[in-house]
Each structure stands twice: as C-alpha cells, then as structure tokens.
C-alpha cells in the first residue's frame, strides 16, 4: 500500500509541477519610482519617439496604487494621485499652476477626459481598469494583465495662456499590494493615445502583470494531493472491507462525509473561481468518484449481507 500511495503523491506533485512552469511567465519587478517612458507621437510616421522634458524638474509624478483585483469580475481598481512639478506646479504644492486634461481607459469606457483647472489638486480616488488577457480556469496558476494608458495635455482653450506648450512628461511611482497576488508591470507600446489639440500626448502606457502568490499556489497544491490521498485511501478501504466475511459498515458515514465535504475543502481556498478549473480536473473530480466508487462497493457488499440474513 505504502508503494501505491507514493507513486500517486508522486504523480500529482510531478503533473501539477508541470502545468505551473508552463502557465507561469517570469515578469519584470515593480518598484516605486520607476520613471514612466515618456512618449509623444511622431508626426510622420505615428511610431512613438522618445520626448525629454526642458528640464528634469519640469514633469508630473503620477502615484498609480492598485487597491483591489477581481479577475473573475475582469476589474483591476486602482488610486491616481499626481504631484506636479517645476512649471506644472502651482503656489501650493500639490495644486496645478495650469489647466489640464486627464485621459485614461477604463473598464466602463475606452478614454475617459478628466479635465482639471488651474489652481486645484489633480487625483482620482478610484479607477476601475479592464483586465484584458488572463485564463481564470487556470487557476491557481493563472496570469492576467490589465492595460494602463495615462496621459496629462494642455487644455487647448487655455493653450495660449499656458506657461508651456508642450505635453506633459510624466514620472509613474508604482505601488502595488494586494494580497493573494505578485503584481509587477512591464512597457506596453501597442497602443497611443491622441491629443485632441495639435501637440502630441505625453502618456504612461503599460500592462500591470498579476500571477498568484507562491503560498497561494503550494496551498492548492496541497489541497490537490490531500484530495487524491483520501480518496484514494476510502478506495482502499471500502476494497478491504468488502471482502471480509463480517465487514464493519459504520465507515460508510466517514466516506459520505467525506465526499461532500471535498466541495466545501475545494472552495475555502483563497480566491478561487467557480468550479471548473485546471485543478479542479486534477483533483476534485477524480477525488469525488474515486469516493463514489468506494461508497458503491461498500453499499453493494452491505445490501449482500443483508439478503444473507
């Protein structure tokens, strides 16, 4: 018995080992402060080109905090704060020292334009941004990525009147912690973003990258061989008692609360979609007949013996 279970734990670990190296994608690390790739649009061509600021100081730091992740909802939400700087920067600190508009995508609509006058602070307390890519039935190995696109211009009614012309360079200081996920971002260059007016937009453009916590996923890989080993061992023991001459019928209860229980083990794991997930093939399907068929033996030698008597 003892070779039996072993080899079984040993095919469990080595299958779910396989598909978590394959679903799982090494991606860059955030970290707070990375400057944010400035980016204005060519006008010949429509290919980004980079763009310096006249000056370092001269630029806008944008304060992107990923507050909440829903990937079976699609929604990451995140907080935008801005700290002007240099000639952006008004007689308060945080205040703007001219009007500008905000645009970014978000899950409710493509762009959004949030325009900000002079002399006012300039945040979003929350944005809700769609997860675009991701497999959820992959689960709990599953990556999704949600595209961000930031970009701050001039509002072109007050172009004439503002200290600069020119799109707003932007600094991106990343913060991301939320639990259950490892999140980090990578450049994203697939897409730009239109000014309205004649100058070329400024923007932030990247994909946040959210995997699953290694605790998370040695969890449910815990979870999966607990579920292969009880099964496996209820098997073993309905085989065993079926065959002897006065079988002992009370474990009958044990393996029916077992198989009902295995639904509510599978579902306390943190996160988790519905059913149907690449562990739940691997695991709590086979698990649940597994125990149906221990459960039949068993019934079937019990309902023998009765007619005997």
């Given at each position: ?11 469990i670990l080595v299958v779910v080992l396989h598909v978590g190296l394959f679903s799982s994608i090494p991606i860059a690390t955030a970290q707070a402060g990375v400057p944010a ?147 980090a971002y990578q450049p994203a260059f697939n897409r730009t973003l239109k000014s309205t007016d004649e100058n070329a937009d400024v923007f932030v453009s990247i994909d946040v990258?959210?995997?699953?916590t290694i605790a998370i996923q040695v969890f449910a890989v815990v979870i999966m061989m607990m579920m292969w080993v009880l099964s496996t061992l209820a098997l073993l023991v ?72």
């Open positions: 018995m003892k070779p039996l279970l072993l080899g079984i734990c040993s095919f790739v400035s980016l204005k649009t060519s006008a010949s061509d429509g290919h980004p080109v980079s763009s310096v600021p006249k000056s370092a100081e001269d630029v806008v730091q944008v304060n992107l905090t990923v507050l909440s992740i829903d990937p079976i909802a699609g929604e990451l939400k995140a907080n935008l704060r801005f700290e002007p700087r240099g000639i952006y920067r008004g007689d308060i600190p945080v205040f703007l020292s001219q009007a500008l508009v905000l645009r970014t995508n978000s899950v409710e609509q493509e762009f959004v334009e949030v325009p900000f006058e002079a002399n006012e602070p300039i945040s979003i307390p929350q944005v809700t941004f769609s997860i675009g890519q991701g497999e959820i039935d992959h689960y709990p190995f599953d990556k999704h990525t949600a595209r961000v696109l930031i970009a701050l211009t001039p509002t072109p009614a007050n172009a004439d009147v503002s200290p600069t012309l020119e799109p707003v360079p932007l600094v991106l200081n990343f913060v991301a912690n939320v639990p259950g996920f490892d999140i990258v959210m995997v699953r309905a085989i065993r008692t079926s065959r002897l001459k006065q079988p002992d019928f009370a474990i009958l209860g044990w393996m029916s609360i077992l198989m009902f229980a295995f639904p509510i083990i599978r579902n306390a794991q943190p996160g988790v979609p519905p059913v149907g997930t690449i562990s739940d093939f691997f695991s709590l399907f086979w698990a649940e007949i597994i125990v149906t068929i221990a459960l039949i033996l068993l019934i079937t030698r019990w309902l023998k013996t009765a007619s005997a008597k």
